[in-house]
């Protein structure tokens, strides 16, 4: 009997983190549809918000540099994550602990510091802002969790099959491309989709290191709420939020069928 009411017990515990997390989410979501222009009564449901933002072209602009940057600096910065990984993982060298220190700094200092830290290195160095400078930004936080989750996946992975590779005949180019890159593709999957994520979703860093033509879609909503919160705020986020669940959803699915695969074929 007490073991039952304490089931109970956690089950309205967890039941209720998830209505404080995801209301918001759900009333925002449901919002979007409102007929009135106001957010505190529900009059009717509509699409004439969405309708609105595909003839907004400040919205389709601030998309484009979203997309452009994000996957630039995706995978930039998935290609140097990668390649960070391997050497702190296979290697040993004088400074590698203050090597490994600097290189997760940027995931626990806060974002505003990182942020006013880069515009003033662009700024000193003369580098014109603009979505080259948000591109570098990005890449350069990127680099940290890309880091963090190959690291993660090499932890799991056989290098004896390395050297079994190189026993055949392959050299090192063909062994890391035919051997290493394969098995290792699912962290290498998860940190890209990582780093695409929170590079649409940034907006304090890109607002201090983006110049004129370079709003980003997080800081074009910024801007709309600046007239106060409608339902074509509402909209756009909700598009945003179904981007990026797409993405992770879509990133569940490449892990899955990967890994599954890879037990298919150790089991053969």
């Given at each position: 009997?007490?073991?039952?009411?304490?089931r109970w017990?956690?089950?309205i515990?967890?039941?209720?983190i998830?209505?404080?997390?995801y209301?918001?989410?759900?009333?925002?979501?449901?919002?979007s549809?409102?007929?009135?222009?106001?957010?505190?009564?529900?009059?009717g449901f509509?699409?004439?918000?969405y309708?609105?933002?595909?003839?907004?072209f400040?919205?389709?602009?601030?998309?484009?540099?979203?997309?452009?940057?994000?996957?630039?600096?995706a995978?930039i910065?998935?290609?140097?994550?990668?390649?960070?990984?391997f050497a702190?993982h296979?290697?040993?060298?004088?400074?590698?602990?203050a090597?490994?220190?600097?290189?997760?700094?940027?995931?626990?200092?806060?974002?505003?510091?990182?942020?006013?830290?880069?515009l003033?290195?662009?700024?000193?160095?003369?580098i014109?802002?603009?979505?080259?400078t948000?591109?570098?930004?990005?890449?350069a936080?990127?680099?940290?969790?890309?880091?963090?989750?190959?690291?993660a996946?090499?932890?799991?992975?056989?290098?004896?099959?390395?050297?079994?590779?190189?026993?055949?005949?392959?050299?090192?180019?063909?062994?890391?491309?035919?051997?290493?890159?394969?098995?290792?593709a699912?962290?290498?999957?998860?940190?890209?989709l990582?780093?695409?994520?929170?590079?649409?979703?940034?907006?304090i860093?890109?607002?201090?290191t983006?110049?004129?033509?370079?709003?980003?879609?997080?800081?074009?909503?910024?801007?709309?709420?600046?007239?106060g919160?409608?339902?074509k705020?509402?909209?756009?986020s909700?598009?945003?939020?179904?981007?990026?669940?797409?993405i992770?959803?879509?990133g569940?699915?490449?892990?899955?069928?990967?890994s599954?695969?890879?037990?298919?074929?150790?089991?053969?």
């Open positions: 009997m007490r073991g039952r009411g304490l017990a956690a089950g515990y967890v039941t209720l998830f209505l404080f997390l209301l918001p989410i759900g009333v925002l979501v449901l919002f549809f409102n007929k009135s222009r106001l957010n505190a009564v529900w009059t509509t699409f004439d918000w309708q609105q933002l595909w003839h907004d400040a919205i389709w602009s601030a998309a484009t540099n979203s997309i452009v940057v994000g996957v630039t600096s995978v910065s998935t290609a140097i994550g990668t390649m960070a990984a702190l296979r290697y040993s060298f004088r400074g590698k602990g090597f490994e220190s600097l290189l997760q700094l940027p995931i626990v200092i806060p974002e505003i510091v990182m942020g006013v830290s880069l003033a290195f662009f700024v000193y160095a003369g014109p802002l603009g979505l080259q948000v591109t570098i930004a990005h890449v936080f990127n680099i940290s969790f890309v880091t963090v989750i190959v690291r996946r090499l932890y799991a992975f056989d290098f004896t099959l390395e050297e079994a590779a190189m026993d055949l005949g392959a050299n090192r180019r063909q062994t890391f491309f035919r051997v290493t890159l394969p098995l290792i699912p962290g290498v999957a998860a940190g890209f990582i780093a695409l994520t929170l590079s649409l979703d940034d907006f860093i890109a607002f201090f983006a110049g004129p033509g370079a709003t980003t879609l997080p800081m074009q909503v910024y801007s709309m709420m600046r007239f919160v409608t339902p705020v509402n909209a756009l909700t598009l945003i939020l179904a981007v990026v669940i797409v992770g959803i879509a569940q699915f490449f892990l899955r069928g990967r599954q695969r890879g037990r298919e074929e150790h089991a053969s």
